[in-house]
């Protein structure tokens, strides 16, 4: 293990910690409190959810974990770290590793499909699981909109309900934030789902807390319906004036919706 402390206004401390995880080395940025949340990022990479975390740290008081998936952001990915189950297995060796009970794991679109994976691992350091505009099922008629290689206005307007919130890249920079396609094909192959998750997720006896933006163009409300549907333990909740990545456009009404049902 390595850490790093990184001092956060308004909170007792922070870290960003590497941890050698059933043979995966993982860097997480750590909020140290007393309950526990796993934040899960998608596409767009941990940056898109430091924020809520911080938001999330402060106002439950809570330890708040929030990995670099294994590949993303210029971080290596071990050969035999090949599927979306795979990963969702190194994070819950990283739960073992730091001996951590009464999890609940919030993930975003890519991040959604590894929490409801965690999930169906059975863990019992896992105590539910929050799916916020997931990917990874096959739903009919209502397939995952192709996302690889959009203009960055175009994506904006897909992504959020008010495409002005859309985050701006720094100046100098070449377009705005964009999903890390290959990173995700690379557990998920080219289709970025399984369609045996559909199947597999009726077997979930934790509480898991569906979440979806009512105005995500990227996997639409009835795609998320469909998510919570096929889970017997779930819980729908709607956004309203949100899109694909509400930790960004509307943080405080996912706050609301995680620590209402959790």
């Known amino acids: 293990m390595s850490s790093t402390t990184s001092p956060v206004t308004g909170l007792q401390s922070s870290h960003t910690n590497t941890f050698a ?49 294994p590949g993303f952001g210029g971080t290596a990915r071990p050969e035999d770290l090949t599927t979306t189950r795979d ?30 994976e965690m999930a169906l691992l059975a863990s019992p350091r896992v105590s539910s699981a929050v799916i916020v505009d997931g990917i990874g099922i096959e739903v009919d008629g209502h ?26 890249p720094p100046a100098g920079a070449a377009g705005g934030p964009s999903p890390d396609v290959a990173a995700i094909i690379g557990y998920a192959g080219p289709t970025m789902s399984d369609p045996s998750l559909l199947d597999r997720l009726s077997v979930l006896d934790v509480p898991v807390h569906v979440v979806w933006g ?10 998320g319906r469909a998510y919570a549907d096929a889970i017997p333990t779930a819980t729908f909740t ?16 996912l706050l609301r919706a995680i620590t209402e049902v959790n």
């Open 214 to 223: 009512q105005s995500d163009g990227v996997v639409g409300l009835d795609y």
């Open 238 to 253: 709607v956004l309203p004036r949100s899109g694909h990545l509400p930790q960004l456009e509307t943080p405080e009404e």
């Open 87 to 116: 990963l969702a297995a190194a994070y819950v060796a990283l739960l073992d590793e730091l001996d951590l009970t009464d999890v609940t794991v919030v993930g975003n679109s890519f991040g959604g499909w590894i929490a409801a």
């Open 21 to 69: 995880a059933g043979g995966v080395e993982i860097t997480f940025y750590d909020h140290d409190r007393a309950r526990v949340f796993l934040l899960l990022h998608g596409g767009a990479g941990a940056g898109s959810v430091r924020g809520f975390a911080d938001l999330l740290a402060e106002r439950t008081r809570s330890r708040v974990l929030v990995p670099t998936h």
């Open 143 to 168: 397939p995952m909109t192709d996302v690889g290689g959009l203009a960055p206005a175009d994506l904006a307007a897909l992504a959020f309900h008010d495409p002005a919130k859309a985050p701006r």
